[in-house]
C-alpha cells in the first residue's frame, strides 16, 4: 500500500510502498478516506513528541472497514468510521475495569498501530466510531481529535445554559471551540491575537471579539468577563492573564501543552471563588455529540483540503503558521 | 457439563448433562465457583418474566476463565471474574456509541449466553470484571447483581456528604445499601417491615432502624426524615409514603419493579423540592467500587451457601420468603 | 388609598377606601404600578386556598418605593421594585439561618402584608428586587410569581446546554417557560391541548409543537422525546403520561398544583433512569436572571392589560379561561 | 466600654476606655464573650492589610445580643449569636440582588464597625447567626471565621462520598477542615511541615499523616494520591507540588493568600483533568453545617484560651508561631 512515513526526524514525509497490514485479534482494517493535521504532527516530526520510527502519522483518519480481525462483531465490512487517538485500554488496570479507559497507562493509538496517512490503515476495533449519514469525509477528519478535544474542554467547564463562553485561539481546536458555544446557546466571545481573525470569528459566530492587546484578562473584563473561558492557546503569558478575565465562579479550561506554566494568584482566585481545569477527550459520549452537531451542518470546520501526494506541502504551511484553521488530506483526491 | 436447568415454568431446576459450550467470537467460557440467586430468578422460574426455555439461570456467576473466543485480548486464561447482566451492547446504536451500554436494546446478557448455574458458563469478555484480590467467590457473586445495582441507586441520589440516608427493605439488595450508606460517612437508618430485623440492621451499621407500622413516611418524618431514601421494596404503598418522610430537596430512588405505581402528591413535591428517581445498573464504575468495598471489609454480604445439588432447595425458601438476604450456590461446595 | 378587596369567597372585589398603611420595622410602602394575576387568585376567591378575609390580593406587583420603615437602609425611595410571593423567613428557623428562606414555615407574603391590588402596598424590604432598567412596569410584574416559578422550574431541572426542552401548558406560566428555554439555546417543544395555540407557541419559539390527542407521553416519544419536561399543566393524567415521553436519564418538572396525582411506573422509571423533580421558587438569582431575559427582550410576556377599575373583568375572564397568557393590572391606566 | 485598640501599625494592643456604641438601624449590639485570633490579625497589625486607625480587631466574635437598632425584627435580645467576617451587603447591587453577598464590593464588616476585641460590639443583623445549643463560646468564636472558610473549601471542592482528602496545614484553619473531612466520612491523610504534628493529626482523625521531606505532591502520590486536597498553607511551593499528588480528576482548593504564586504544568493538568479551586466563605448553609458539627462533637476546636487582658500575649505568640491551632479571648475569664 501506498504510505506516507516518517523515517527520521525533522525530514520531509517520505512516500512508500509498504505491504498491506492485516487485522490482528480485536482490530479492523479501514481503507482510509480523509486525515486530518494537526500541531501535534509537528510535535511528532519535530521529535519533541519522540515516537519510535519509522512510523505513518495520522491522528484524525476517517475512512470504510474493509476487513474484520478475529472477534470483531460490533462492525461490518463497509461501515464509515473514524478512529480516536485512544483506541482502546489495557482492559485490566483500574481505570479500564472502571471504563475510564482515558487514564490508562497502556492503551492502544496511532503509534502502536500506526495512523491514517496511508492508504490503509489498522485500528481497534473499540477506536472506531460510526459516521453519522450526511457527514463528509473531509468534515469528519478533524472531529476525531481537534473536535473531540474542545468538545470534552467545553463539557468539563461544566457550563450553565446562560454562562458566556470565551475562546481563545481561534485556530483549529478554537474556531470549532467557538461554533460549539455558540450552536448550545451560549453568549460567545472570540479572543485571539490576529486582528485579521475578527471578521471570520465574527462569521463563526462570535458575539463579541478580543484582539489582544497588551493583557487579555483586563481586556476580556473591560468587555463584560467570561463564566468560562476555552483555552486552545499554548500561549501561557495568556492563559494567565485570562484568569482575570473571568467572572465570579469562573473557570479556565487548558487544553493546550506548552512547556511554560500557568501563573495563579491565590487572591484572586479565592475572592472571585475561580477555578482552572485540565482538559483531554473524555468518553466517546463528547465524540458522537460533535460528530452529530457536524452532520447537522451547526459545527462547520474551515478547511484546506489537500491530495495525499500534496501532504508534504501541508506540513511546510503547518510549519509556517499558515493553515488558519485545519488541514486535511483527501486520499482520493 | 453439569447444569441445573429451568425446563418448564414453575417446574423445579433439573439436573442435566449438558455439552461443554464453546465461545464464540468475543466470548470467554469459565469454569463458575459461585452463583448468586434472586427475586428476578423467581419472575422467571414463575414465567413472569419470560424468557426461551429451556435455559440454564443464574445471573450473579463468578468463576476462572477457562478459554478464551476469537479476538478476546483483555482476558487471560486463570482470570477470576463476575459477570453482570448486561455484558455487552450491540455496539452500533446511538446509545452503545455513546457508550452508555446500559440503555441498549440489544445488550447481550444470561438470557442469550446462558448463567451461572452450570458447570461452566459463556460470557461476552466484555460482560467481565477481574475480582480484586482477597475477595471470595461467595462474597463476591452477589456483588454483580445485588451489590451493583444498589450502588448505582445510592450514585445515582447524587448523595452529598452529611446526608442522612434511608434503606428501605433490608433484604439482598437493602442490606448492601444499608451498608454502602455506612461506610461512605452517612448516617443511615434502616426501615423494615419486619420487626425482627431490628438488631440485624444495627449490627449491619443503622444507626437508627424504623419498623413500619401505620405510615411509613410518618413514621420516617417523625424520627427526623431523610436527605435521601433508597428504595429496594416493591411494596409501592411504602414508596408512595415514604416520599413524606423526605427532607426538604429530598430523593427517593427506586430500584425494585411492581406491577404497582407510585402515587405522587404535587402540592407535597412542589412545596419541598422533592424528586423520585429511577435507577438500574450504571457503568462499570459502580461495580467496581462496590467490588472494592467488599474486598476491603467494608461491606459485608450476608449469605446463605448451598452446593450445586442443593440449587432447588435455595429456589424453595427464596419462594417461601425464607432468605433473609442472599442466596449463594458454591459450585465445589 | 383605593383598594379593590375581596371580602367574601366568590364574590366580586369591592372597591373601597382604606387608610394609607404605614410601613412597620424593616417594610416599605410602595405606590403601585402594576400587578398581575393568576389561577392562584382564582384559589383565593374561590375558598379553596384559604386566606382571612378582608384581604386586598395581588401576588405579582410592581410599584415605586415611597416611604421606608424603621431600619431599612438598602432600599431608597424612588426605587422601582418588585415583590415575589416569600417576601421574608421568620430569619430564626434552621432553613432561614441557612438562607433556604423558601422553606420557612413562617414566611411573610402578600397574605400577611397585603397584595398589590391596591393604590399602596406594604412589602417587606427583604422581598424587594430592584427592576433593571428598561423593563416595562407591565412586563415587570407577571414575572414576580410566573415567571420567577418557570426559571427555577428550568434551573431545577439542571439543564445540560443541547437538552431538548418540552414545556406542557402555555399559558401564564408556560409561556414564559418555553421562551427561558429557547432564549438559552435548547431545541424546544411546546406541548398544548389547544389546537389553536400551535401558531402563537411557534412564534413564542418552539421549535416544535405537540398538540395532545390521546396519549401525551407516546406523541411526545413519537417526535423524539425530550430530556426534560416543564411542566405547568395541573392535569396530572397528561403529566403522568408525559413520563413516558422522556429520553433517558429525562427529567420532568412539575410546578403545578392538583387534588391528583402523578403515576410512576416503576420498571419505566428505572429503564430509563428518569426523574420526577417538584419545584417551586427558588432564591432570587433566578428572579434576576428571568427579570434581565425580559429587559433584554429575550423573553416577551404575553400580556392582556387592564385599568385597576377593570379588575372584576379580568378575574371574570380569568375564571372563564379566556385569558391566554398573562392579566395585569396597570394603576396608572 | 472597655476595648482593646490598635492604634498604629507594628503596636500593642492598647486597653483604652471607649463610648458604649449604639445599634444603627439594622444593627445590633453585643456584649462580647468570645473572640478567635487568626493569621489575618497579624496582616493588620503589620499593616499589609491595611484598615482605618485606630480600630477594634476580632473577626470571630461571639456574644448576647443586647439591644436592637431601629427595624430589627429576626433577632431578639439575649440571643447567643456569632458574626460572620461579611456582615451584610450592600443590597443594591447585582450580586447582592441575586443573594450572592460574598462578592458584593460594599459589604460591611468588623472594619466598618469595629471587632470583637472589646466589651461590646455593634454587629449588622444581618451578619448574626444563632448559635446551637450546647456550643461554648471558645468553641463557637473560631468557626465564624477558620471554621466558616474550610467548610466552605470543603463544599467548593464539590466532594464525593468515598473520596480521599488531603489537608494541608495542620494550623487554625486546617484541624477543622481535617475533621469535617473525618466527620463526613472521608478517608484523610493530613499533610504537614512539622513532624511533631504527626500524633496529634493522627488523635484528631487523620487516617494517615504526610510529613513533607522534600516534594510534597510526589511523597503524596507515594502515599496513594488524594481526590481533594484542601490547602489551607500560604506556602505555594507546597500547593504547586502537590498538584502531583491528586489522583485523576482530583482537585486542590486554595484558601489561603500569599505574594506568591501557584504554578500549573499545563499537561499534567490536562493528563489527569485537574482542577485549582480558590475558595472562600459562601453562604451560610456552610456556617450553619460546621457549627452543628461542633455542637454535636463531632469538630472540636484546639484552643488556647486568654482572657481579655491576656490579649497581647496571644498576639505575641500568634506572631512567633507558637499557637499551633487556635487562640481564643475569653471576655469573662
Redesign the interface.
Known amino acids: 500500500m501506498k504510505a506516507a512515513v516518517l523515517t527520521a526526524v525533522r525530514s520531509p514525509l517520505e512516500f512508500k510502498e509498504l505491504s498491506t497490514p492485516e487485522p490482528g485479534?480485536?482490530q479492523v482494517r479501514l481503507r482510509m478516506q480523509a486525515s486530518g493535521l494537526c500541531g501535534t504532527d509537528l510535535h511528532v516530526i519535530h521529535g519533541t513528541f519522540p515516537v519510535p520510527l519509522p512510523i505513518v502519522l495520522g491522528h484524525e483518519p476517517v475512512g470504510v472497514v474493509e476487513k474484520l480481525?478475529?472477534?470483531?462483531?460490533?462492525?461490518k465490512t463497509g461501515d464509515h468510521v473514524g478512529v480516536c487517538w485512544n483506541q482502546s485500554g489495557?482492559?485490566?488496570c483500574?481505570?479500564?475495569?472502571?471504563?475510564?479507559v482515558k487514564?490508562c497507562k497502556s492503551a492502544r493509538s496511532w503509534v502502536q498501530n500506526g495512523g491514517g496517512n496511508s492508504e490503509f490503515m489498522i485500528a481497534e476495533a473499540a477506536g472506531c466510531?460510526?459516521l453519522p449519514e450526511n457527514l463528509s469525509w473531509e468534515n469528519a477528519a478533524p472531529i476525531f481529535c481537534a473536535g473531540f478535544t474542545v468538545m470534552s474542554g467545553y463539557r468539563?467547564a461544566r457550563?450553565r445554559?446562560?454562562d458566556r463562553v470565551a475562546v481563545v485561539g481561534i485556530g483549529g481546536l478554537g474556531h470549532l471551540a467557538l461554533q460549539i458555544a455558540k450552536a448550545?446557546?451560549?453568549d460567545t466571545i472570540a479572543i485571539t491575537g490576529s486582528a485579521n481573525k475578527r471578521d471570520e470569528a465574527k462569521a463563526m459566530g462570535a458575539d463579541d471579539v478580543l484582539v489582544i492587546k497588551e493583557h487579555a484578562g483586563k481586556e476580556l473584563m473591560a468587555m463584560g468577563g467570561a463564566d468560562i473561558v476555552l483555552s486552545t492557546s499554548?500561549n501561557?503569558t495568556h492563559?494567565t492573564q485570562l484568569i482575570e478575565g473571568l467572572r465570579?465562579e469562573g473557570r479556565l479550561v487548558?487544553?493546550?501543552?506548552?512547556g511554560?506554566?500557568?501563573?495563579?494568584?491565590?487572591?484572586?482566585?479565592?475572592?472571585?471563588?475561580?477555578?482552572?481545569?485540565?482538559?483531554?477527550q473524555n468518553?466517546?459520549?463528547d465524540l458522537?455529540?460533535i460528530l452529530q452537531l457536524v452532520a447537522q451542518g451547526k459545527v462547520k470546520p474551515k478547511l484546506e483540503l489537500y491530495g495525499f501526494k500534496e501532504i508534504n506541502t501541508a506540513v511546510e504551511r503547518l510549519e509556517a503558521g499558515k493553515i488558519r484553521h485545519r488541514a486535511v488530506v483527501l486520499h482520493n483526491r
Open positions: 485479534p480485536g480481525g478475529a472477534g470483531v462483531n460490533m462492525l489495557c482492559g485490566r483500574d481505570y479500564c475495569q472502571r471504563q475510564h487514564y466510531t460510526l468539563n457550563p445554559p446562560g448550545l446557546g451560549h499554548n501561557m492563559n465570579n487548558t487544553m493546550a501543552v506548552s511554560d506554566k500557568i501563573e495563579l494568584d491565590p487572591m484572586q482566585m479565592l475572592a472571585h471563588q475561580l477555578s482552572v481545569i485540565g482538559s483531554m468518553n466517546r459520549e458522537v455529540e
